[in-house]
């Protein structure tokens, strides 16, 4: 799957920071409660020197007043204090958890909706060369990536930055000597943090880019499990998934053969600061330079500074996979629509539904065209039939209508209007559509109906099945309308789900009708029934009819044949068959009737 454009202006990190200014107070919230909660954890060692200095010195303790307090009173004091701070800390990391996490689900969601929005504007040709599959990786777990580190990691580096300083503070100024050589393995663990910071950054970008394809081939094998099955290609499968998750796990491993030794790395330097506190503080304490209880202080303390740190370990692991898919994310966000919609909306004036194709020239690819110079008309309310052999460029004539794709010179005009001035979602919404690739959502065979035309009544609905030829066998279903046909419409047949398809379009009552192979899936029995409402479907509307099979064009006001993405012959059935060329030949293999005879 190509790489999707990165934005390399702005770090990752600042991009999300920016994305998330319109949840400053929540943010703010949360930072509070972090820090908060953290002063208070930090409280317990505190409380403890002042109960040990209590014992040991009793009423010259420094809690006594002077020998004012009895010892009993002042742990009394600081057992009730105690609880206070118990109960503040738990109350605090209770409020950070759910802000924290209320925070996540936030971002997650707009980002999610911001990204899917986006993916909805872009162009066919960025979805041609991306499989669905490594877009809903995007969307799905890239984004979770992100929610997994505001859960979590954002907390824990604002409460370690909070050790650091409250920490290293009361280390100054109640023993600076021994503070010192404590404090000493801290520029060397963050300058280490740092250091694999840059190092996991390109092994966690390549673990994304690699379950991403995992996905693309697991959702591409999902959706042609028939086609597996038929062909009883299961174990090639299984070898080509095998192959695609083990490209997974080796970037995977490359990326944890790092990570995983971040950890005793620090403990290293985290046992020498212990070791100094341990070590010069107990001096100290022998020599009376400090008390007894501050030495206790230190101790517990040195132990919540430093050890705190082996978890930035984890903490970068889940950012630097965070940074990953933030780019990711960011990088569909920032790739530009093609595709530019007009101002002009259709619905300010009524729509007579002409068409005109003026020397349209269009390729997918560069140095390989696929119409070169196409000239067509639609007169409004005409029924028109395309077509030709595969490959003839017919279907493309509809992708360009509906504006999927641009042309790469011409102009395509709709009521004389050309379509790049004119609003993408009117355009769109006068026209229906009916594809030979019909592609039908999971839920009711009405909702299906219904789709795009959703105030639609149950009495509309089955006027446009009826008029579809659909509505005989909608009421054979189990619950008729209210049958749930499975996703793409598993559960009916290729006939029946084309009807469907038709229902749609008739429901729509758009003034340009487009019937892309409208009856390929269909039995002659099918075909004939639809042939016969023809008339009223295309009544009072522009229609475009694209066909393999002649019959269903045969009536048609004009007929244009398609060879090579140019337009070779036009004008009725009669016409073109006394004409013998292309359409008459085609017209003898469909139908094996002589042309002479015709």
Known sequence: MPALALSMEMPPLQRLLQYGRRYRELTNQAIACSVLNKIFDLAPPGLIGLAVDTVVRREEAWLGGGGAIPPARQLLFLSLFSAVVWALESGFEYAYARLWRN??????????????????????????????????????????????????????????????????????????????WAMVPMPFILWGSIRFQGWLAPRYAAVREKVSLLNGQLANNLGGIATIKSFATEDYENRRIQGYSDHYRHSNQHAIALSAAYVPLIRILVFAGFISILFLGGLGALRGEIAVGTYSVMVFLTQRLLWPLTRLGETLDQYQRAMASTRRVFGLLDTPVQIHPGDRRLEEEPIRGEVRFLNVNFAYQSGYPVLEKLDLRVPAGSTVGIVGPTGSGKSTLVKLLLRLYETETGTILLDGQDLRTLDLRSLRRAIALVSQDVFLFHGTVAANIAYGTFEATPTDIERAAKTAEAHNFIMGLPRGYDTIIGERGQKLSGGQRQRLAIARAVLKDAPVLILDEATSAVDNETELAIQRSLEKITAERTTLAIAHRLSTVRHADCIYVMEGGKITEKGTHEELLHLGGTYANLWYVQTGDHIATV
């Open 103 to 180: 925070l996540a689900q936030n971002v997650q969601h707009d980002l999610r909706l911001a990204a899917y929005g986006h993916l909805q504007e872009l162009e066919m040709a960025f979805f041609e060369e991306r499989s669905t599959g490594g877009l809903m990786s995007l969307l799905s777990d890239d984004i979770n990536q992100l929610e997994r580190f505001l859960d979590g990691g954002a907390n824990e580096v604002l409460q370690v930055l909070t050790t650091v300083i409250l920490i290293g503070g009361a280390f100054l100024v109640m023993a600076p000597g021994p503070a010192f």
